[in-house]
């Protein structure tokens, strides 16, 4: 018994989502892991966004078919509806999550350069004001 070719998307799921990590970190001169969020790489501030949310769009998309190859795998292992409809729930609503992602990363510049946050250093344990230009 053959497993369904929708299933392969979702082995492609895991391969897309860190590809994108290495390739836009090295798109990014200065991003750091450790120190910035994943979700900075496909901000307007970053080098190549649309290559970061672009990967995150067809991450999103393996996601949703590879969800239907894990309902079509499970009923022919002779598993329930039910049963086999849980775990595809979850994945196609993790799928669309991230692809609701994809569009959520861009921010305007106007309201980047007037947008203010406060950070904790997690080295110095200080409390200290992000702003567009210096911090």
Request: proline share 6%; aromatic share 8%.
């Amino acid at each position: 018994m053959t497993p369904p070719k929708a299933l392969h998307a979702a082995i492609a799921v895991f391969f897309l989502y860190w590809g994108n990590l290495v390739l836009s970190s090295l798109l990014n001169p200065g991003y750091s892991n450790m120190r910035q969020q994943v979700s900075e790489l496909g901000a307007n501030a970053a080098s190549h966004p649309m290559i970061f949310n672009g990967l995150i769009l067809a991450t999103g998309v393996a996601q949703l078919v590879g969800a239907c190859g894990y309902y079509q795998a499970l009923r022919r292992l002779a598993v329930g509806p039910s049963l086999s409809g849980l775990p595809a729930l979850v994945l196609t609503l993790f799928g669309v999550a991230v692809l609701m992602s994809s569009r959520s990363n861009s921010v305007p510049a106007a309201s980047r350069e007037s947008q203010r946050c406060l950070s904790m250093d997690p080295y110095t344990q200080e409390s200290r004001i992000i702003a567009g230009s210096s911090t």
